[in-house]
Protein backbone atom coordinates (compact mmCIF):
# COMPACT_ATOMS: atom_id res chain seq x y z
CA UNK A 1 0.00 0.00 0.00
CA UNK A 2 1.29 3.60 -1.29
CA UNK A 3 0.91 6.19 1.48
CA UNK A 4 0.41 9.59 1.68
CA UNK A 5 4.37 11.25 1.47
CA UNK A 6 5.52 7.33 1.25
CA UNK A 7 4.85 7.52 5.19
CA UNK A 8 3.07 5.25 6.55
CA UNK A 9 1.04 6.29 9.51
CA UNK A 10 1.60 5.89 13.18
CA UNK A 11 -0.29 2.44 15.11
CA UNK A 12 -2.27 5.06 17.01
CA UNK A 13 -3.29 7.06 14.07
CA UNK A 14 -4.58 3.60 12.48
CA UNK A 15 -6.42 2.77 15.68
CA UNK A 16 -7.79 6.16 15.51
CA UNK A 17 -9.49 5.28 11.82
CA UNK A 18 -10.40 1.50 12.68
CA UNK A 19 -12.25 2.90 15.64
CA UNK A 20 -13.85 5.81 13.89
CA UNK A 21 -15.25 2.87 11.72
CA UNK A 22 -16.66 1.30 14.68
CA UNK A 23 -18.66 4.07 15.58
CA UNK A 24 -19.97 4.21 12.33
CA UNK A 25 -20.55 0.66 11.73
CA UNK A 26 -23.94 0.49 13.21
CA UNK A 27 -25.51 1.61 10.22
CA UNK A 28 -24.65 -0.62 7.36
CA UNK A 29 -21.73 -2.29 5.29
CA UNK A 30 -21.42 -4.08 2.79
CA UNK A 31 -21.82 -8.03 3.29
CA UNK A 32 -19.99 -10.87 2.25
CA UNK A 33 -19.89 -11.63 -1.79
CA UNK A 34 -21.01 -8.51 -2.25
CA UNK A 35 -24.38 -8.13 -1.49
CA UNK A 36 -25.52 -5.35 1.03
CA UNK A 37 -26.12 -6.47 4.64
CA UNK A 38 -26.44 -4.89 8.12
CA UNK A 39 -23.74 -6.18 10.27
CA UNK A 40 -23.83 -5.84 14.03
CA UNK A 41 -21.93 -3.12 15.79
CA UNK A 42 -20.41 -6.54 17.75
CA UNK A 43 -19.03 -8.06 14.13
CA UNK A 44 -17.86 -4.52 13.27
CA UNK A 45 -15.51 -4.52 16.07
CA UNK A 46 -14.26 -8.47 15.95
CA UNK A 47 -13.08 -6.78 12.45
CA UNK A 48 -11.69 -3.61 13.09
CA UNK A 49 -9.46 -5.95 16.05
CA UNK A 50 -8.43 -8.36 13.44
CA UNK A 51 -7.23 -5.39 11.13
CA UNK A 52 -5.37 -3.96 14.32
CA UNK A 53 -3.63 -7.30 14.90
CA UNK A 54 -2.58 -8.01 10.98
CA UNK A 55 -1.83 -3.81 11.12
CA UNK A 56 0.03 -2.50 14.16
CA UNK A 57 2.90 -5.13 15.18
CA UNK A 58 4.12 -4.26 11.67
CA UNK A 59 3.56 -0.42 11.75
CA UNK A 60 5.27 -0.79 15.57
CA UNK A 61 7.92 -2.60 14.25
CA UNK A 62 9.21 0.38 11.60
CA UNK A 63 8.80 2.93 14.20
CA UNK A 64 11.12 1.09 16.54
CA UNK A 65 13.55 0.23 13.74
CA UNK A 66 13.67 3.96 13.28
CA UNK A 67 14.44 4.70 16.48
CA UNK A 68 15.82 1.80 17.81
CA UNK A 69 17.83 -0.81 14.64
CA UNK A 70 17.32 -4.35 15.65
CA UNK A 71 14.72 -4.14 18.09
CA UNK A 72 11.34 -5.57 17.14
CA UNK A 73 7.66 -6.30 18.94
CA UNK A 74 7.96 -9.54 18.86
CA UNK A 75 11.58 -9.90 20.59
CA UNK A 76 10.05 -6.99 22.97
CA UNK A 77 9.22 -9.66 26.01
CA UNK A 78 12.86 -10.25 26.37
CA UNK A 79 16.25 -8.32 26.17
CA UNK A 80 19.30 -9.62 24.31
CA UNK A 81 21.90 -8.23 26.85
CA UNK A 82 22.25 -5.73 29.46
CA UNK A 83 25.16 -3.36 30.21
CA UNK A 84 26.06 -4.36 33.41
CA UNK A 85 24.56 -8.08 33.93
CA UNK A 86 27.31 -9.72 34.60
CA UNK A 87 28.47 -8.20 38.05
CA UNK A 88 27.11 -6.90 40.72
CA UNK A 89 29.09 -4.09 42.59
CA UNK A 90 32.03 -4.76 40.27
CA UNK A 91 32.27 -8.71 41.87
CA UNK A 92 31.60 -10.82 38.83
CA UNK A 93 29.09 -13.21 38.68
CA UNK A 94 30.76 -16.38 39.27
CA UNK A 95 31.58 -15.31 42.66
CA UNK A 96 28.01 -15.47 43.57
CA UNK A 97 27.39 -18.69 42.73
CA UNK A 98 30.82 -20.26 44.55
CA UNK A 99 29.93 -22.82 47.50
CA UNK A 100 30.27 -20.46 50.05
CA UNK A 101 27.55 -18.29 49.10
CA UNK A 102 25.18 -20.46 48.42
CA UNK A 103 25.87 -21.60 52.05
CA UNK A 104 26.17 -18.24 53.50
CA UNK A 105 29.72 -18.16 54.38
CA UNK A 106 31.57 -15.10 54.46
CA UNK A 107 34.66 -15.46 52.00
CA UNK A 108 38.15 -14.87 53.05
CA UNK A 109 39.24 -11.49 53.58
CA UNK A 110 35.94 -9.75 53.85
CA UNK A 111 34.82 -7.59 56.54
CA UNK A 112 31.37 -7.42 58.19
CA UNK A 113 30.91 -4.47 60.28
CA UNK A 114 28.01 -3.37 62.63
CA UNK A 115 27.25 -1.67 65.68
CA UNK A 116 25.97 -2.54 69.55
CA UNK A 117 24.41 -1.04 72.37
CA UNK A 118 23.54 -2.86 76.23
CA UNK A 119 22.20 -0.81 78.69
CA UNK A 120 19.89 -1.78 81.93
CA UNK A 121 19.51 -0.56 85.57
CA UNK A 122 21.33 -1.25 88.12
CA UNK A 123 19.59 -2.41 91.58
CA UNK A 124 23.41 -2.10 92.93
CA UNK A 125 27.14 -2.33 91.61
CA UNK A 126 28.01 -5.95 90.15
CA UNK A 127 24.60 -5.88 88.36
CA UNK A 128 25.35 -6.93 84.54
CA UNK A 129 23.72 -6.81 80.83
CA UNK A 130 24.20 -8.64 78.15
CA UNK A 131 23.91 -8.29 74.29
CA UNK A 132 23.89 -11.03 71.35
CA UNK A 133 25.28 -9.96 67.96
CA UNK A 134 24.81 -12.33 64.92
CA UNK A 135 26.36 -12.20 61.44
CA UNK A 136 24.49 -12.17 58.31
CA UNK A 137 26.94 -14.80 57.05
CA UNK A 138 28.97 -17.30 59.27
CA UNK A 139 32.54 -17.09 59.38
CA UNK A 140 34.70 -19.83 57.92
CA UNK A 141 36.43 -19.82 60.94
CA UNK A 142 36.24 -19.09 64.72
CA UNK A 143 38.03 -15.28 65.05
CA UNK A 144 40.81 -14.17 67.67
CA UNK A 145 38.52 -11.25 70.45
CA UNK A 146 39.41 -7.89 70.72
CA UNK A 147 37.65 -5.23 73.33
CA UNK A 148 39.12 -1.81 72.83
CA UNK A 149 37.38 0.32 75.74
CA UNK A 150 37.26 4.06 75.35
CA UNK A 151 40.91 6.02 75.36
CA UNK A 152 42.47 2.52 75.19
CA UNK A 153 44.79 2.07 71.47
CA UNK A 154 43.49 -1.02 69.64
CA UNK A 155 46.16 -3.69 69.10
CA UNK A 156 47.50 -4.22 65.57
CA UNK A 157 44.54 -6.50 64.16
CA UNK A 158 42.64 -3.58 64.49
CA UNK A 159 43.41 -0.56 62.58
CA UNK A 160 40.13 1.17 62.58
CA UNK A 161 38.84 3.31 65.17
CA UNK A 162 34.53 3.36 66.24
CA UNK A 163 33.66 5.30 63.19
CA UNK A 164 35.34 2.85 60.78
CA UNK A 165 36.04 0.16 62.63
CA UNK A 166 38.42 -2.42 60.90
CA UNK A 167 39.85 -5.81 61.28
CA UNK A 168 42.08 -7.83 60.44
CA UNK A 169 41.45 -11.24 58.62
CA UNK A 170 40.57 -13.96 61.50
CA UNK A 171 40.20 -11.24 64.27
CA UNK A 172 36.93 -9.74 65.31
CA UNK A 173 37.61 -6.13 66.76
CA UNK A 174 34.75 -4.27 69.34
CA UNK A 175 35.62 -0.74 69.42
CA UNK A 176 33.77 1.27 72.58
CA UNK A 177 32.33 4.86 71.75
CA UNK A 178 30.29 5.68 74.60
CA UNK A 179 29.83 4.30 78.26
CA UNK A 180 27.93 5.40 81.48
CA UNK A 181 28.12 3.95 85.07
CA UNK A 182 30.04 0.91 83.53
CA UNK A 183 32.48 -1.30 85.72
CA UNK A 184 36.31 0.47 85.07
CA UNK A 185 37.20 -3.68 83.38
CA UNK A 186 36.96 -3.94 79.57
CA UNK A 187 33.56 -4.90 77.45
CA UNK A 188 33.69 -8.73 78.12
CA UNK A 189 32.69 -11.35 75.53
CA UNK A 190 29.82 -13.74 77.05
CA UNK A 191 31.13 -17.17 77.73
CA UNK A 192 33.64 -16.83 74.89
CA UNK A 193 30.92 -15.82 72.77
CA UNK A 194 33.66 -14.08 70.59
CA UNK A 195 34.99 -17.03 69.50
CA UNK A 196 32.19 -18.43 67.20
CA UNK A 197 31.52 -18.38 64.04
CA UNK A 198 27.95 -17.27 64.20
CA UNK A 199 28.13 -13.82 66.44
CA UNK A 200 29.56 -12.90 69.55
CA UNK A 201 28.07 -11.74 72.69
CA UNK A 202 28.89 -8.97 74.96
CA UNK A 203 28.48 -8.18 78.82
CA UNK A 204 28.66 -5.10 80.67
CA UNK A 205 29.14 -4.18 84.59
CA UNK A 206 27.29 -1.80 86.38
CA UNK A 207 29.90 0.32 88.55
CA UNK A 208 27.15 1.55 90.95
CA UNK A 209 23.45 0.71 92.10
CA UNK A 210 20.57 2.72 93.03
CA UNK A 211 17.04 3.81 92.32
CA UNK A 212 16.53 4.65 88.42
CA UNK A 213 20.20 4.50 87.85
CA UNK A 214 21.15 3.05 84.75
CA UNK A 215 25.05 1.71 83.18
CA UNK A 216 25.04 1.42 79.26
CA UNK A 217 28.13 0.88 76.99
CA UNK A 218 27.48 1.18 73.29
CA UNK A 219 29.98 1.33 70.29
CA UNK A 220 30.72 -0.78 66.58
CA UNK A 221 32.37 -4.06 65.43
CA UNK A 222 34.15 -5.07 62.34
CA UNK A 223 35.17 -8.85 61.98
CA UNK A 224 36.88 -10.28 59.00
CA UNK A 225 37.23 -14.01 57.54
CA UNK A 226 40.40 -15.56 57.36
Not at 2 to 27: E, F, M, Y
Not at 95 to 119: D, I, W
Not at 188 to 216: C, E
Amino acid sequence: MKWIGDRQPSPASVVAVLALVTALGGTALAGAGGTSGALSKKKVKGIVARQIGKLAPGLADKQINDRAPGLSVARATSADSAGNAGTLEGEPASAFASSNHFHGELPSGKTLRGVYAVQDFAAGGGDFATESVNYPLALPSSPQIHSIAIGTPPPAACPGSVTAPQAAPGHLCVYEQSATNRDPGDVAFLNGGGRDRLGFGLTVLAAAGGPNLSYQSNGSWAVTAR
